[in-house]
């Protein structure tokens, strides 16, 4: 199967500070990547949509001057949380998809802001 | 709008066989997944129903009635490591998925 890697698994980090998330598709060409958060005891929610060579897509609520993402090659995309705090300390995912029927997760980011 | 509904919690005992529920309504279909999270892990995928019909995967079987919107994950023999939280999501037009809210099933001895 496809396999997508998250980078780091977990991360600790300032209240002010940034923190940058990879998420590689180490097999396959993803130009469509989500980025998700998920926090305890609750599903994922989208935040957005990352297609590469162009803006990422925000949902609803999901501010795109604090979460930058960008999606700079066919296996390559970034999520940068800017001036973290202490509420933005959650269970980041990544996926991405090979075809309109398979999506394949990362390992996800545990992100505890301090 | 997109809304897919599952119950919250389920309790089972180790053994026995557990149906989830879920009930969606999106605009757009490609498919319903059924996703199995640990807690502290990322979802891994158990099935998938494009078709209507019900799909069987050794313990695992997950069913979908599209003209319902309503589809079912039945796990049998239940053992312990089956604890964890069920994911419901539906594939609509975009190659995006949307969640439900997850299922904790515990399994008791």
């Known amino acids: 199967g496809a396999v997508v890697s998250q980078h780091p698994s977990w991360v600790i980090c300032k209240s002010g500070t940034s923190v940058k998330i990879e998420c590689r598709s180490l097999d396959f060409q993803a130009t469509t990547m989500f980025w998700y958060r998920q926090f305890p005891k609750q599903s994922l929610m989208l935040m957005a949509t990352s297609n590469e060579g162009s803006k990422a897509t925000y949902e609803q609520g999901v501010e795109k001057d604090k979460f930058l993402i960008n999606h700079a090659s066919l296996t390559l995309s970034t999520l940068t949380v800017t001036s973290a705090h202490p509420e933005d300390s959650s269970f980041y995912i990544c996926?991405?998809?090979?075809?309109?029927?398979?999506?394949?997760f990362g390992q996800g980011t545990r992100l505890t802001v301090v | 709008g997109q809304n897919i509904d599952q119950p919250t919690e389920m309790t089972a005992t180790e053994g026995a066989i557990v149906q989830i529920n879920c009930t969606y309504q999106?605009?757009?279909?490609?498919?319903l997944f059924w996703y199995q999270q640990h807690a502290g892990e990322a979802p891994t995928f158990l099935s998938y129903n494009v078709l209507d019909g019900l799909e069987e995967k050794g313990r695992f079987s997950s069913f979908l009635s599209r003209s319902k919107g309503y589809s079912y994950l039945l796990l049998k023999e239940l053992q312990m490591k089956d604890s964890a939280s069920y994911l419901c999501a539906v594939n609509n037009a975009g190659n995006m998925l949307t969640f439900g809210g997850g299922t904790r099933l515990m399994v008791k001895p």
């Open positions: 996926s991405a998809s090979r075809n309109a029927l398979e999506a394949f």
């Open positions: 999106t605009s757009g279909f490609n498919g």
